[in-house]
């Protein structure tokens, strides 16, 4: 049963939406509110960027990616805890350090605030896994949703091998 | 099949595979134990986030946890338990970790059937001889090399063992155009390389097709083709169609139960709804890889083993082996080099044993060495990733983050070296059962103490630092190489020493158990010194060394 609600979830649809959309389709769904969950796609946004010849997170379809691995019962309780935490404590670490939002702030704001964050070593943790999730959907199999058309693989000219999963052969279906 | 079975086998991996063969090859009834699922080729995909970034392919690390405990720097013992992942599992599955082998196959030489005879005694391990030699097991390892199928080509080398058939019987796999570079530079350093066997066909055979050449993706994978030599698509399907042959996925067994006379005379096991069963057999055999193995053991409590089955001695457990050495890389951009090195496919297999024993003024009295690899890293792009995110102390990320990732993986390789030393047997690495943490169905987990002699460490560099001569050589870009005291989770062995002093060993030299005249133990730990090789070869040449025994005596 479990296994069919999180293939449905990777069914939904939900790659159809971006931004703001998709960020409160994810938290109705989650249990993180609609701002941590911005502040995930912005943090992924600034950690991958996107670039006209290199795919960033939101080519890679990151966010939903995340939303899967809170889902995703291989993945271990307590890093799960840690990741579902980021998002407020980042918020807070913005509003103490940088005496704004951390949405509010610009690319530059970001960078200076995420290394500040990245020196408390709870917040460096949670970075260092938001971009091993991010780095995951960048270049992971499309058959999981993310990395799509394998754009990632080519533009570093990378080649799967054989066989490839498929829809049924996903890890968390065998 | 129903009813009594000539013979129950408790795991599936290369182990087991071979008794389960030539036993149903011979007529008997064997029932093959598994608590994993059962997988084939279909099932098992190039799928990085199911290899390497979930544990897909080994027990839920809740459900399923070990304690291990670690020697700190300050000479104490730190204690993990690995309920959140790090266990020490590989392959719970049909054919267990034989399906994520990368194949690199290696006999041992005949040095290392006594090494205590050859080199004498080490202050700090328990090195004992065997009491076979390598003449016992040579017609095995050639056997082992038609029966699941070795590829490769004898090259002569200072170190090479003798064989008893001129070559292999399955031509080499392709070749990476780097392996001519690394031959020409080894060369150049006097060195002696040579083509890495693999347990891997070139070309089909029976119903197994050959390699589709994944480069650098074969271990931690399952092979979608069976090339692969696993214990599944080598051996079992094989002893499934004798139609003597059953195997049981999802079948936990919990312990072995013997009588009063110390005669094993059942297996009890949970099936996948948790329902418990009792199934009987004249004949046990116990091939669950050297941690699991052990704790079995020790859980099969009964009225003449109060310690633990076959452990009158106190030996079940003691003396676990991992392999020692070190390991290195190199990073190959594709722009310095005239040869075109973008190919994705065939393999580097290259090997060097030079220093398989270590003749070298400058680090004292002859001693023991070992094998170098020359092998890709692996190819999971997923993982170069992430071996770019870190620098110093900080994290890399942003367009700096790209532009390393293009460097890395678009404009060039990394080649890996892998340095295999003995392991010694020592006080400090064993197997007991955990007094406190129990698995999901209530028993104790291994608890595995995982320490290492120093010179593990001593040799391990030796042999790093000459591979890294050639790797400067052959042109490789930031040279890393160094020696690890931490154990490879994949390399297992020891734990049920075989000998002929029931005193010292837990099992005979025909991997019987002094104790316990029907149960066999066939995995890698009867082994009282691994050799400076992966263990597999001699696992598989070993299992039917003694199936045939088995069957030539009538013990079964």
């Given at each position: 049963m479990k296994a069919w609600s999180r293939r449905r979830f990777l069914a939904a649809?939900?790659?159809?939406?971006?931004?703001?959309?998709?960020?409160?389709?994810?938290?109705?769904?989650?249990?993180?509110?609609?701002?941590?969950?911005?502040?995930?796609?912005?943090?992924?946004?600034?950690?991958?960027?996107?670039?006209?010849?290199?795919?960033?997170?939101?080519?890679?379809?990151?966010l939903l990616w995340l939303a899967f691995v809170l889902e995703d019962?291989?993945?271990?309780?307590?890093?799960?805890?840690?990741?579902?935490?980021?998002?407020?404590?980042?918020?807070?670490?913005?509003?103490?350090?940088?005496?704004?939002?951390?949405?509010?702030?610009?690319?530059?704001?970001?960078?200076?605030?995420?290394?500040?964050?990245?020196?408390?070593?709870?917040?460096r943790r949670w970075l260092q896994e938001i971009l091993g999730f991010t780095l995951e959907a960048l270049l992971g199999d499309p058959v999981y949703g993310v990395n799509p058309g394998g754009r990632a693989w080519k533009w570093l000219g990378w080649r799967p091998g054989f066989r490839r999963p498929d829809a049924e052969t996903r890890y968390f279906l065998l | 099949m129903n009813g009594e079975y000539d013979c129950c086998i408790v795991g599936s991996g290369a182990g087991a595979a071979p008794v389960a063969l030539r036993l149903a090859q011979a007529g008997r009834r064997v029932l093959v134990l598994e608590k994993g699922p059962w997988w084939r080729e279909d099932d098992f995909r190039k799928d990085e986030l199911a290899c390497c970034q979930r544990p897909t392919y080994v027990p839920d690390p809740a459900l399923e946890p070990q304690v291990v405990e670690e020697e700190r720097d300050d000479g104490g013992w730190g204690r993990r338990v690995t309920d959140q992942g790090g266990g020490f599992w590989n392959g719970n599955c049909v054919g267990g970790s034989s399906n994520f082998m990368s194949g690199f196959f290696h006999r041992l030489k005949p040095v290392d059937f006594h090494l205590r005879e050859t080199f004498g005694p080490i202050a700090g391990a328990n090195v004992a001889d065997w009491p076979i030699s390598y003449a016992d097991l040579e017609p095995w390892?050639?056997?082992?090399?038609?029966?699941?199928?070795?590829?490769?080509r004898v090259v002569a080398h200072p170190h090479a063992?003798?064989?008893?058939?001129?070559?292999?019987?399955?031509?080499?796999?392709?070749?990476?155009?780097?392996?001519?570079?690394?031959?020409?530079?080894?060369?150049?350093?006097?060195?002696?390389?040579?083509?890495?066997?693999?347990?891997?066909?070139?070309?089909?055979?029976?119903?197994?097709?050959?390699?589709?050449?994944?480069?650098?993706?074969?271990?931690?994978?399952?092979?979608?083709?069976?090339?692969?030599?696993?214990?599944?698509?080598?051996?079992?399907?094989?002893?499934?169609?004798?139609?003597?042959?059953?195997?049981?996925?999802?079948?936990?067994?919990?312990?072995?139960?013997?009588d009063a006379r110390g005669r094993l005379y059942a297996a009890e096991y949970l099936d996948a709804t948790g329902e418990r069963h009792r199934l009987r057999a004249r004949l046990f055999v116990v091939a669950c890889q050297a941690i699991e193995t052990a704790r079995l053991l020790l859980l099969s409590r009964g009225p003449r083993f109060p310690h633990g089955l076959a452990n009158g001695s106190g030996q079940v457990g003691r003396n676990l082996l991992f392999a020692g050495?070190?390991?290195?890389?190199?990073?190959?951009?594709?722009?310095?080099?005239?040869?075109?090195?973008?190919?994705?496919?065939?393999?580097?297999?290259?090997?060097?044993?030079?220093?398989?024993?270590?003749?070298?003024?400058?680090v004292g009295p002859r001693r023991k060495g070992g094998t170098i690899d020359l092998i890709h890293a692996h190819h999971g792009v997923i993982g170069h990733a992430l071996r770019q995110i870190r620098k110093g102390r900080g994290l890399v990320w942003g367009k700096a983050?790209?532009?390393?990732?293009?460097?890395?993986?678009?404009?060039?390789?990394?080649?890996?070296?892998?340095?295999?030393?003995?392991?010694?047997?020592?006080?400090?690495?064993r197997v007991t059962l955990d007094p406190r943490v129990k698995d999901h169905w209530g028993l104790p987990v291994a608890r595995v103490r995982?320490?290492?002699?120093?010179?593990?460490?001593?040799?391990?560099?030796y042999l790093a630092s000459q591979a890294g001569r050639l790797l400067k050589a052959l042109g490789g870009r930031d040279v890393l190489v160094f020696a690890s005291g931490a154990p490879p989770t994949n390399l297992q062995a020891g734990g049920c020493r075989f000998g002929t002093d029931p005193a010292v060993s837990v099992l005979d030299p025909w991997c019987r158990a002094h104790e316990v005249e029907n149960l066999y133990v066939t995995d890698g730990s009867f082994m009282p010194t691994g050799g400076s090789v992966p263990y597999t070869w001699t696992i598989y040449a070993n299992a039917f060394r003694v199936a045939d025994h088995m069957l030539r005596t009538g013990a079964i």
């Open positions: 649809g939900a790659f159809a939406l971006s931004g703001p959309a998709l960020a409160e389709a994810l938290a109705a769904r989650t249990g993180l509110g609609v701002t941590d969950w911005r502040i995930v796609d912005a943090v992924q946004a600034h950690l991958l960027p996107s670039e006209p010849d290199a795919p960033g997170a939101r080519e890679a379809n990151a019962p291989k993945v271990p309780a307590e890093l799960k805890t840690l990741l579902r935490a980021g998002p407020a404590r980042l918020a807070r670490h913005s509003r103490t350090h940088g005496g704004t939002e951390f949405l509010h702030l610009d690319e530059a704001g970001r960078e200076r605030i995420l290394r500040s964050f990245e020196e408390d070593p709870e917040g | 390892y050639a056997l082992v090399e038609r029966e699941v199928g070795v590829s490769g063992e003798p064989r008893s058939t001129p070559d292999f019987p399955f031509p080499p796999t392709a070749e990476h155009p780097v392996s001519a570079l690394i031959d020409a530079a080894a060369e150049g350093l006097g060195m002696h390389p040579f083509p890495t066997p693999r347990a891997i066909l070139p070309h089909p055979l029976g119903k197994r097709a050959g390699c589709r050449y994944n480069g650098g993706f074969c271990g931690a994978t399952g092979c979608s083709t069976g090339a692969k030599g696993s214990a599944r698509a080598a051996l079992l399907d094989r002893a499934l169609a004798t139609g003597h042959c059953e195997i049981r996925p999802h079948s936990r067994v919990t312990r072995l139960l013997s050495g070190g390991a290195g890389s190199a990073f190959l951009p594709y722009a310095a080099f005239e040869t075109d090195l973008r190919s994705f496919g065939p393999f580097i297999n290259r090997a060097l044993q030079d220093w398989y024993v270590i003749d070298d003024p400058a983050l790209k532009r390393r990732l293009e460097r890395r993986i678009r404009d060039g390789m990394l080649i890996k070296i892998e340095a295999f030393c003995d392991w010694l047997p020592v006080d400090d690495c995982t320490g290492f002699h120093v010179r593990n460490l001593e040799v391990g560099w």
